[in-house]
T-cell receptor
Framework: AQSVAQPEDQVNVAEGNPLTVKCTYS??????LFWYVQYPNRGLQFLLK??????LVKGSYGFEAEFNKSQTSFHLKKPSALVSDSALYFC????????????FGDGTTLTVKP | EAQVTQNPRYLITVTGKKLTVTCSQN?????MSWYRQDPGLGLRQIYY???????DKGDVPEGYKVSRKEKRNFPLILESPSPNQTSLYFC?????????????FGPGTRLTVT
């Protein structure tokens, strides 16, 4: 069975500081990895993905993530946080060999303080 | 505008009264999926469909039915709703053509079963 772990329910950072939201995964085959963001009272929006190729992927709003196969991690990062980045972030995985199953983490609430 | 639509957006119903939540996408996506979001539990996959007439169970399919008779539509059916199905429901779709796979989400349906 595939799984996603987001070990931190909450991450607090000051505006202008770098941020990291952690994600580890478990799949039997090769993973497709995704980050989504949910703003209050809104649906989910796609941020970035790793399908194949370069381990460092860049996405919307200045976010990036690094795929680390040996550590089975896909941490979300941003060099300089904005107050407007405050939201709920979800990591998700799809197994290449069973791409229909899509598993999300429990989510991490990011709060950026001025 | 490319989008996933869900109806209704809000629904209050009583135990045992059959209901259907509609989902439609205008992006010609092969893949569609239903999720429920509960506090602290992230998104859990209910059912998914890789294409027309092809559906499969996700992690929490009990009490739900789906059908995929047309590529654009993927309705979620609760034949006898119970209070534990009170939740926020999201429909999503994606293209299965590499290198996409990211999911586009509808605005959500907040269901209350009393």
């Amino acid at each position: 069975a595939q799984s996603v772990a987001q070990p931190e329910d909450q991450v607090n950072v000051a505006e202008g500081n770098p941020l990291t939201v952690k994600c580890t995964y478990s799949v039997s085959g090769n993973p497709y990895l995704f980050w989504y963001v949910q703003y209050p009272n809104r649906g989910l929006q796609f941020l970035l993905k790793y399908i194949t190729g370069d381990n460092l992927v860049k996405g919307s709003y200045g976010f990036e993530a690094e795929f680390n196969k040996s550590q089975t991690s896909f941490h979300l990062k941003k060099p300089s946080a904005l107050v407007s980045d405050s939201a709920l972030y979800f990591c998700a995985v799809r197994d290449v060999t069973n791409a229909g199953k899509s598993t999300f983490g429990d989510g991490t609430t990011l709060t950026v303080k001025p | 505008e490319a989008q996933v639509t869900q109806n209704p957006r809000y629904l209050i119903t009583v135990t045992g009264k059959k209901l259907t939540v509609t989902c439609s996408q205008n992006m010609n996506h092969e893949y569609m999926s239903w999720y429920r979001q509960d506090p602290g539990l992230g998104l859990r996959q209910i059912y998914y469909s890789m294409n027309v007439e092809v559906t499969d169970k996700g992690d929490v399919p009990e009490g739900y039915k789906v059908s995929r008779k047309e590529k654009r539509n993927f309705p979620l059916i609760l034949e006898s709703p119970s209070p534990n199905q009170t939740s926020l429901y999201f429909c999503a779709s994606s293209s299965e053509t590499v290198p996409t796979y990211e999911q586009y989400f509808g605005p959500g349906t907040r269901l209350t079963v009393t």
